[in-house]
């Protein structure tokens, strides 16, 4: 069982999956190891998200009931073999959330190893000068002169650019996974407040604190054999 990555332009899908493990250029033992699973009569199943920057939980929900689904099919099958699940980037973290979360509600995962693929366990990070400057251009770009926005100036083919990172980095998975998030920030504004509070009060990073806070008290599954690989720094 495959699950995608963070995808906002949702060009992750089975296809191109497996373009990416059979292509010359890939390693001869993943190749090799392809073949041989398909001759063993092995399935592949890859999740690939409708809306992969809707919430995390929502997605791991759908994980879950994939899980229940393929575990439904293999008992009519009679097949008595184990899940391997990978989940790459965030799909790491909606693969380890999901099995986890069916242990503790008792739901059998039939899951014997869980791979983890360059997951932020720990959350994601882009530079907050990145965020910035993103957020300027979008409010430039909306900047009425004389009933004119620059939006009006600029090539349709930039601005779909431009407003699918804006988009990713304002959605709601990169809010709960980005460590610093510019845009992860709630204003409260109180009723009754002292002669010199501004009445507002600022609360940062709430999405990453409140999911990373449930991710880390849940933990790890425990049924099942777990790896972890990285391609970059913890």
């Known amino acids: 069982i495959i699950i995608e990555g963070f995808d906002p332009e949702s060009k992750n899908n089975m296809n191109s999956f497996l373009l990416g493990v059979t292509n010359p250029n890939a390693p001869e033992a993943i190749r090799n190891r392809i073949q041989e699973l398909e001759a063993q009569g092995y399935d592949m199943v890859f999740i ?38 990978m989940g790459f980037s965030m799909g790491g973290l909606i693969g380890r959330l999901g099995l986890r979360e069916m242990e503790l509600q008792n739901i ?52 779909v650019e431009f407003n699918r990172a804006s988009n990713s980095i304002t959605s709601y998975a990169s809010k709960q996974m ?8 709630r204003l409260e504004h109180l009723d009754k407040v002292a002669p010199m509070d501004s009445g507002i009060i600022v609360h940062q990073f709430e999405m990453y604190k409140n999911f990373y806070h449930k991710y880390d008290s849940v933990g790890q599954p425990q049924n099942c ?7 970059g720094s913890i």
């Open 178 to 185: 980005l460590i610093d998030n510019i845009f992860d920030i």
């Open 48 to 85: 690939d998200f409708n809306n992969s920057m809707d919430s995390i939980e929502r997605n791991t929900r759908i994980f879950k009931e994939v899980v229940q689904q393929l575990n439904t099919i293999k008992a009519t099958n009679g097949s008595t073999d184990g899940n391997v699940v």
């Open 108 to 159: 059998p995962h039939q899951t014997e190893a869980y791979i983890s693929v360059d997951a932020p366990h720990r959350g994601a990070c882009i530079p907050k000068s990145l965020q910035y400057l993103v957020s300027d251009i979008q409010r430039i770009l909306n900047y009425s002169i004389f009933g004119f926005t620059l939006n009006s100036f600029s090539e349709p083919e930039d601005l």
């Open 225 to 231: 054999i777990v790896y972890a690989i990285t391609n």
